[in-house]
């Protein structure tokens, strides 16, 4: 039933106007990816005419992982990673479940619960070989582009233990494929009760004084896609 309310709604959004599909593999336990699939295979828009995001990091619930997937240390907090292989894998799961050639943009999905048990140069090592694969599926046309999907990431001060620096994932970006690099999209909580998009000063680009997340991503050239809009309905 709640598929059949989803479809509708994706229906009606589709045929109102409304172009860009935000999901993530484990939303739902994969059937999101898929009911979306499902009605992208009827619709009557050309592919070129949605833009079609998901989000890969959490283990999905219920889904059965090949063995050695996840090598030990990958996984943290018991339902996180971001190794390689486990990114290909999801990203390889995802396409099947939409069934699409290629998403417009595979986001890492709150990144910065790798934090919780890393220290931040090993946090950055495996940033870097995420972004090491994501440039390789973005060569093969397998994503138009990549990015970051944060909760909380961006809303806290560089002092804290999840905080993501903005400019140093550029870097990594750019040491890995300079100007050409694919890394453009990050989606953050923006909305009337979690202000600090705008309003925290919280990073650097180039150099001090620190700006907003949504100066720094302005600078940087990136998209900003605002999630949590209404605060999961709050408002």
Not at 76 to 96: E, I, K, N, W, Y
Not at 205 to 213: D, G, H, R, T
């Amino acid at each position: 039933a709640a598929d059949e309310t989803y479809a509708a709604a994706l229906q009606a959004a589709l045929a109102g106007g409304i172009n860009l599909i935000d999901t993530a593999i484990n939303y739902r336990g994969q059937r999101s990816e898929r009911m979306i699939g499902r009605v992208l295979a009827v619709s009557p828009l050309p592919r070129e005419q949605v833009f079609v995001c998901t989000k890969a990091g959490f283990v999905p619930e219920g889904m059965s992982l090949p063995a050695g997937l996840i090598r030990p240390g990958d996984l943290v907090a018991g339902c996180h990673s971001m190794s390689p292989v486990f990114l290909a894998h999801q990203l390889h799961t995802s396409l099947d479940n939409l069934g699409l050639e290629a998403v417009d943009v595979f986001y890492l999905h709150n990144p910065e619960t790798q934090q919780a048990e890393l220290s931040r140069e090993e946090f950055y090592r495996r940033v870097q070989a995420a972004f090491v694969v994501l440039e390789k599926m973005a060569d093969q046309g397998r994503i138009g582009s990549y990015g970051i999907a944060t909760w909380s990431g961006l809303r806290v001060p560089p002092d804290a233990a999840d905080y993501l620096d903005l400019n140093r994932m550029v870097a990594i970006a750019r040491s890995l494929a300079g100007e050409a690099h694919h890394f453009r999209f990050v989606q953050m909580p923006y909305n009337l009760g979690m202000p600090e998009a705008y309003a925290l000063l919280n990073q650097t680009v180039e150099k001090p004084p620190y700006v907003s997340p949504l100066n720094a991503a302005f600078r940087l050239g990136w998209h900003t896609i605002a999630s949590a809009s209404l605060m999961s309905g709050h408002l």
